[in-house]
Nanobody, 125 residues
Framework: QIQLVESGGRLVQAGESLRLSCAAS????????MGWFRQAPGKEREFVAA????????YYADSVKGRFTISRDNAKNTVYLQMNSLKPEDTAVYYC??????????????????WGQGTQVTVSS
């Protein structure tokens, strides 16, 4: 089991920045990648960004590419999502997720095995 706790969500103005954190605990050694997803009211949960524990490359949805940066601190078992130039359409509950094993795409929600409770990000215009 892996426990994930997100933090950092709040109300911000358009154009501002925000950094989300996801602290992982438990049997984290079996996790191969971490992802950030978001879900806006009335919409499906969507991929935002992902990073593998073994590498430094980030993978991004087109809608956030160039504005968001995912990073990790292996010593702290923590993953971050730096969000710059926020837009009202970024408003959503943001979820952190852990993927176990190496099979399957890191872009798909169904490939992730553990999820946090989510943190609300609201961007006002």
């Amino acid at each position: 089991q892996i426990q994930l706790v997100e933090s950092g969500g709040r109300l911000v103005q358009a154009g501002e920045s925000l950094r989300l954190s996801c602290a992982a605990s438990g049997r984290t050694s079996g996790s191969t990648a971490m992802g950030w997803f978001r879900q806006a009211p009335g919409k499906e949960r969507e991929f935002v960004a992902a990073i593998r524990w073994s590498g430094s490359n980030g993978y991004y949805a087109d809608s956030v590419k160039g504005r968001f940066t995912i990073s990790r601190d292996n010593a702290k078992n923590t993953v971050y999502l730096q969000m710059n130039s926020l837009k009202p359409e970024d408003t959503a509950v943001y979820y952190c997720a852990a993927k176990m094993g190496t099979s399957g795409s890191i872009y798909y929600t169904a490939r992730y095995d553990y999820w946090g409770q989510g943190t609300q990000v609201t961007v006002s215009s």
